[in-house]
């Protein structure tokens, strides 16, 4: 039975489910905004928005549609499409896709947090992320080796069990819950039973945001 969040939004928003025809369901991380026009666009993972899972190491060409909800909660019809793949990077698990229907919102689903910046994610940030799967969640930031990020349960050793991301967060973004600056643009987890191994990874919004020249709020 699919949540809240993996029903068709009449208003899109981060947080909540999308995918290609032929790709992994995933959520939708920002409403950005292109920098070569201007236009909205959807942010989430290059594998939830280009990558063809039928030809894995191939990516879907520019003009892909991308639907709302995914596909697995009956988003592969035409009313569903939302958008249009713009562009893709895998080095950075990331694309973007120009909105072509729906009226749009900022702010995260449940979380209501808006971002319109970003900063350098540091070892020691807490943070949280609104997904499709696990709904809203903190963690806290354990490693940045480069534009890769890690990230554990705020609790040494995860008693409680936590799970801070699953299969279906994949896009999401990571962002500070008292700047509500954005940190880290969500691409994985882990599947061990062991509440000790629970993590989450990503890459750096920064990063993204320059490899596809794209900004959170619109240019004047």
Known sequence: MATERETRFEIIQPGISISSKYSTNGTLGLIVFDNTNNKPCILSNWHVLAKNSFLPRTSFRVGRPIFQPGKLFQGKRNTNIIAKLTRHDRHTDSAIAEIVSRDFILNQYESNVTITTARIPQEGDIVEKSGTRTGVTRGKIVDVNGHRVKI????????????????????????????????????????????????????SLIAVMERLNFSLTENN
């Open 152 to 203: 554990k349960p705020i609790e040494e050793g995860n008693p409680n069990n936590q799970e801070i991301s699953d299969g279906g967060d994949s896009g999401c973004l990571w962002y500070d819950p008292n700047t509500m600056e954005g940190l880290v643009l969500h691409n994985s987890g882990e599947t061990d039973n062991n509440p000790n191994s629970e993590f989450a990874k990503g890459y």
